[in-house]
T-cell receptor
């Protein structure tokens, strides 16, 4: 079956700290992988994506690399800001256009 | 212009009522979706439509009825609302031209009292 497992939060970091949010997946076939972000009181926004193995998605200083050998798509950012405080969702898209989400990881960045 | 727009953004209603949430996308996408986010932030697909035809229908009570008058609209009608229906409902769309990337609306916060 298809599923996504991401590290449970909440995660609290100081400003300028390094961020890693782990995400692993199980899937039949070759899914595309995504990170979505949900800022407080807002909807889901696409943060980045990767459609095949070894692709790296990047946006707003965030990066994630599609690792087929470890079935992972970990999200990283070198220096977080207070404005990065949000809930981050890892997701995979199957060939049937069904998007499976992880449980979300809440990140709080303190000044 | 908002790509995927849904209304209302907030809705508070009593148990037993019938309500609708409307969704429109101006991206020219062929496929539209409804997702539900529960109080623990867990997101799960409810329905997907491709060119007005139902493609995915997850295990959702039949009190929920999607309606797609054309490929740019997918409305969600809910009958006999229950307390457990309180959630955030997200409309979304995609197609091959977007690399099948799914774009979401801003969400509709439904509270049943």
């Amino acid at each position: 079956g298809n599923s996504v497992t991401q590290m449970e939060g909440p995660v609290t970091l100081s400003e300028e700290a390094f961020l890693t949010i782990n995400c692993t997946y199980t899937a039949t076939g070759y899914p595309s992988l995504f990170w979505y972000v949900q800022y407080p009181g807002e909807g889901l926004q696409l943060l980045l994506k990767a459609t095949k193995a070894d692709d790296k998605g990047s946006n707003k200083g965030f990066e994630a690399t599609y690792r087929k050998e470890t079935t992972s798509f970990h999200l990283e950012k070198g220096s977080v800001q207070v404005s990065d405080s949000a809930v981050y969702f890892c997701a995979l898209l199957t060939g049937a256009n069904n998007l499976f989400f992880g449980t979300g990881t809440r990140l709080t960045v303190i000044p | 212009d908002t790509a995927v727009s849904q209304t209302p953004k907030y809705l508070v209603t009593q148990m037993g009522n019938d309500k609708s949430i409307k969704c429109e996308q101006n991206l020219g996408h062929d496929t539209m979706y409804w997702y539900k986010q529960d109080s623990k932030k867990f997101l799960k697909i409810m329905f997907s439509y491709n060119n007005k035809e139902l493609i995915i229908n997850e295990t959702v009570p039949n009190r929920f009825s999607p309606k797609s008058p054309d490929k740019a609209h997918l409305n969600l009608h809910i009958n006999s609302l229950e307390l457990g229906d309180s959630a955030v409902y997200f409309c979304a769309s995609s197609d091959e031209g977007s690399g099948n990337t799914i774009y979401f609306g801003e969400g509709s916060w439904l509270t049943v009292v």
